[in-house]
């Protein structure tokens, strides 16, 4: 390691898409403002592949999200060896990289606390977050927390070191909107027959091929989806790859998605979205797609129980709340949002 190099390692260990991309901004942000700097991203092992060639960054190393004792101490002697002027832990109360980065002996350990107090006792910085805050301008609180310093507000961005192909079956169809069925676990799954009348809308009402799209685990039941999302929609569910939803995305017209890392894929690539989100203690402030022309859809009530800080899951009223109807009034405020932007 060249000892005249400094270096700042933004750590973000989440097994999550949604969560890697939101870290992007952090990254410009760093590098535009301290070019001086080189900088190292600390991602989970399974999201590396889509910021691997960010411009913004000098180093991307996968992470476990908890390391064990031989990773633990592996990654303690990487940053010993280093020398990092700072480390910067984007994710609240993350106690193991912080130890780490003490045990490293990295004079700035910068993070944020929010339900484990004795993690700011192995931090240098603590950083106070907004809970109403985007998680975006929650990532940059961290570094401005050591910056002593505002940071500038860019987009997501999406920079893998091979692109993916756009599948064949879309070749034929200049204009479609994707309609993803997964939730990536986090929020509960949105019935396939109210995306299909979404998708049947949007074509009918807006001449939109709709692109189904999710894991093979979404696929709907019925032996013939076609008889579900209609003949002219295109199934896509169960085959595509995460860099190919990513060249998939960049030619829609539009993404309709509970809220989960495809949002913000969306995002990272510049496609207007809808994103549903049903669990109250994930709200869509915090999470709606970053920077892009967006409408979140929230349900009308929630499951008795629940609350900002835990989600009961009791009976799924919030998911039952979200009507079709609601969806489509979202897709037309959308839509007319982008006819008036391309008037201008």
Partial sequence: MNRAERWIVVIRPDDKLGETLLATPVFQAIKETLPEFKVAAWVGHRWRSVIEASPWLDAVRGVPYRPRLSAYWRLASTLRRQRPEAVLILRPDTRRYAQIARLAGVKARVGAVVRRPRVARLLTH?????????????????????????????PLHYAPATRGNLPDTLASHPRYAVLHLSTGGVQPR???????????????????????????????????????????????????????????LRRAAL??????????????VGTPCISLHF???????????????TVP???PYYCEGCTQHACILKDLACVRGVSVEQVIAAVDTLLAQGERISRC
Wanted: net charge negative; hydrophobic share 45%; proline share 8%.
């Fill in 126 to 154: 603590v950083a106070a977050l907004n809970p109403c805050a985007h998680q975006v301008e929650k990532n940059l609180a961290v570094a401005e927390t050591w910056l002593g310093r505002p940071l500038p507000r860019y």
């Fill in 190 to 248: 949105w019935a396939v027959e109210r995306f299909a009348a979404v998708g049947e809308y949007l074509l009918q009402r807006y001449a939109y091929t709709p692109v189904f799209t999710g894991s093979a685990d979404d696929a709907p039941a019925e032996s013939d989806p076609a008889a579900l999302f209609g003949q002219a929609a295109v199934n896509l569910v169960g085959q595509t790859s995460i860099l190919d939803m990513a060249e998939i």
């Fill in 255 to 268: 993404l309709v998605s509970v809220d989960t890392g495809v949002v913000h894929l969306a995002a990272a």
């Fill in 279 to 293: 669990r109250r203690d994930y709200p869509p402030e915090n999470w709606y797609a970053w920077q892009t022309p």
């Fill in 297 to 299: 859809v929230s349900p």
